[in-house]
């Protein structure tokens, strides 16, 4: 397994955590509110054991049709595709090697139907058997759609490296 397929499969993921409440809490939620609770998802979806399957079929539910899901490789160059190509390279990693990933950070803004989300991240999965560990930031944009649910267009990612750390605002506060 090549180290572009593991940042690949990592980028994403955060501790298993259960999909948005009710209908009735979603409409009292802010858009702010409703925006983090998708990024949250997204997350939580791809997240788990080493063992577990993942449930691809919501993390499609959460995606417009014509989604991209990419990385900025550490040769600056972007790698990736659509959600399908997403499932198909990093599903079996997720499931092999399993991977917690938490979000640090969310820095939302929103202009009427279109929503840029900054989301810092610290990611956990085993490797060999042994524990690795990285940090990033995703770049998330969301459309709202006609009933008034938020959906990811994109996630563009980019891991923490050699004079690429995160910046001093996007670390969270220490635990």
């Known amino acids: 397994m090549t180290i ?23 409409a009292e939620m802010t858009e ?33 049709e014509d989604a991209r899901l990419q990385m900025i490789a550490p040769d600056n160059s972007v790698r990736g595709g659509t ?13 092999q090697n399993g991977f917690t990933e938490s979000a640090l950070v969310n820095r939302i803004e929103v ?4 929503a840029q ?11 060999n058997g ?7 930031i995703n770049s998330f944009q969301l459309v709202r759609q006609a009933d008034g649910r938020w959906l990811v267009h994109s996630i563009l990612w980019q891991h923490e490296g050699p004079g690429r ?4 605002d996007m670390e969270g506060s220490a635990e």
């Open 4 to 26: 572009r397929t593991i940042a690949a499969a990592i980028a994403l993921a955060s501790p298993a955590l259960v999909f948005a409440g009710t209908a009735d809490h979603h």
């Open 32 to 64: 702010e509110q409703k925006i983090e609770q998708v990024i949250t998802d997204v997350y939580a979806v791809i997240s788990g054991p080493i063992g577990q399957e993942r449930d691809f079929d919501a993390m499609r539910a959460m995606f417009t």
């Open 83 to 95: 959600v399908e190509d997403y499932i198909a390279s990093s599903g079996p990693f997720l499931v």
């Open 111 to 114: 202009h009427g139907d279109l």
């Open 117 to 127: 989300a900054w989301s810092s991240y610290s990611g956990t999965f085993t490797q």
């Open 130 to 136: 042994e524990p690795r560990s990285l940090r990033g």
């Open 165 to 168: 750390p995160l910046p001093a």
